[in-house]
């Protein structure tokens, strides 16, 4: 295994980070398989482990924490917080209020006394950044996390972060953790070259576009993942006939797609590592396979004829979208101030 460097942390992980959200009532719910797919990762040279405390509710924590006992030193532990924990309209987000309740509940969870990475899950834009760049911080200094980073915050959040840390004496966003695959390559226009100029170490997550690019998902057919119905950009037609075009691509080169799906994520200079979330050990031992993989010149200009670069083929249903998108409040002006149609 090729370690790589995380962002300008110094620390050295894994290219492929094993995801911890299958492991857990979501997912598998047998402690003991989930905790021999972790130990069988470890083993392989995988020293990289993400999770998040909304996983299962905390129960991917707590098998991770039964996990890492007694390699704990060898591994890069990454968690994180902000999605809602309960009800109560506190318990999440991005607030010190919280940040200090939630790394505490994390660590215990882990059963570790510090965090390598600790990242924010989604932007919350009811708290201002510089109270959770602070508070972050503290835990930094406090000795409770390492670095700490983001998931889906646009380029521009990430320059204003960059910007507020700076100016205040704050430690910097260490880490992004977008999407990013074949099929959703939009991060490549600007939140990687951002990330690059501030020396942010990456972690893409769904390198497998939930499942399309595995080859399960046909023009045509149904499969149990379609049948299941639980994401709509699994019948993205505009997604299937991309995947319809890759497969013969993935064959003539003689390699599985799943293999050709994750190789192309890693190869972005920009990207630290891909998130492989396995829940058997028949999918990590698959993910493990292709593990040497490094595609051509040649069979990356081919795949970017099929999908541009900077180019999102639909989207993952799980994708961030700010409340510009999602309010419409914030994109129409009031009915006063508008002329009558």
């Known amino acids: 295994?090729?370690?790589?460097?995380?962002?300008?942390?110094?620390?050295?992980?894994?290219?492929?980070?094993?995801?911890?959200?299958?492991?857990?009532?979501?997912?598998?719910?047998?402690?003991?398989?989930?905790?021999?797919?972790?130990?069988?990762?470890?083993?392989?040279?995988i020293n990289f482990i993400d999770t998040a405390d909304v996983y299962s509710h905390g129960e991917s924590e707590e098998i991770v924490g039964k996990a890492i006992k007694g390699r704990r030193d060898q591994l890069v532990i990454a968690t994180k917080f902000g999605m809602p924990m309960g009800e109560d309209p506190n318990r999440r987000g991005g607030s010190r209020r919280w940040i200090t309740t939630a790394v505490e509940d994390s660590l215990r969870r882990l059963?570790?006394?510090?965090?390598?990475?600790?990242?924010?899950?989604?932007?919350?834009?009811?708290?201002?950044?510089?109270?959770?760049?602070s508070a972050l911080?503290?835990?930094?200094?406090?000795?409770?996390?390492?670095?700490?980073?983001?998931?889906t915050l646009p380029a521009s959040e990430i320059v204003e972060a960059q910007w507020i840390a700076e100016r205040r004496g704050l430690e910097p966003l260490r880490t992004e953790q977008p999407t990013y695959s074949i099929l959703n390559r939009g991060i490549e226009r600007e939140v990687l070259p951002v990330a690059q100029r501030h020396g942010m170490g990456v972690l893409v997550w769904s390198p497998l576009a939930q499942g399309m690019l595995t080859g399960r998902v046909r023009k045509g057919q149904t499969t149990?993942?379609?049948?299941?119905?639980?994401f709509t950009h699994i019948s993205d037609e505009r997604r299937i006939?991309?995947?319809?075009?890759?497969?013969?691509?993935?064959?003539?080169?003689?390699?599985?797609?799943?293999?050709?799906?994750?190789?192309?994520?890693?190869?972005?200079?920009?990207?630290?590592?891909?998130?492989?979330?396995?829940?058997?050990?028949?999918?990590?031992?698959?993910?493990?396979?292709?593990a040497d993989?490094?595609?051509?010149?040649?069979?990356?200009d081919q795949i970017d004829a099929i999908v541009p670069p900077g180019t999102d083929i639909g989207q993952l249903d799980m994708s961030y979208n700010p409340p510009a998108i999602t309010d419409s409040r914030l994109r129409r002006r009031e009915l006063a101030s508008r002329p009558a149609a």
């Open 1 to 45: 295994m090729q370690y790589r460097t995380l962002g300008d942390t110094g620390i050295q992980v894994s290219p492929y980070a094993l995801g911890a959200m299958m492991f857990g009532a979501i997912g598998n719910p047998d402690h003991e398989e989930s905790i021999r797919i972790m130990h069988t990762a470890f083993d392989a040279g």
């Open 111 to 133: 059963g570790t006394d510090y965090i390598d990475l600790y990242q924010m899950h989604r932007p919350d834009p009811t708290t201002d950044p510089g109270e959770t760049l």
């Open 137 to 151: 911080t503290d835990l930094v200094r406090a000795g409770k996390i390492r670095a700490f980073g983001t998931s």
């Open 224 to 230: 149990d993942l379609r049948r299941a119905q639980l």
């Open 241 to 290: 006939d991309v995947v319809e075009q890759l497969i013969p691509l993935a064959e003539q080169a003689g390699i599985k797609l799943t293999h050709l799906a994750i190789a192309f994520a890693i190869a972005h200079p920009g990207v630290t590592s891909a998130i492989l979330g396995p829940r058997t050990m028949e999918h990590l031992a698959d993910y493990l396979a292709g």
């Open 293 to 300: 993989l490094v595609l051509s010149d040649e069979l990356l």
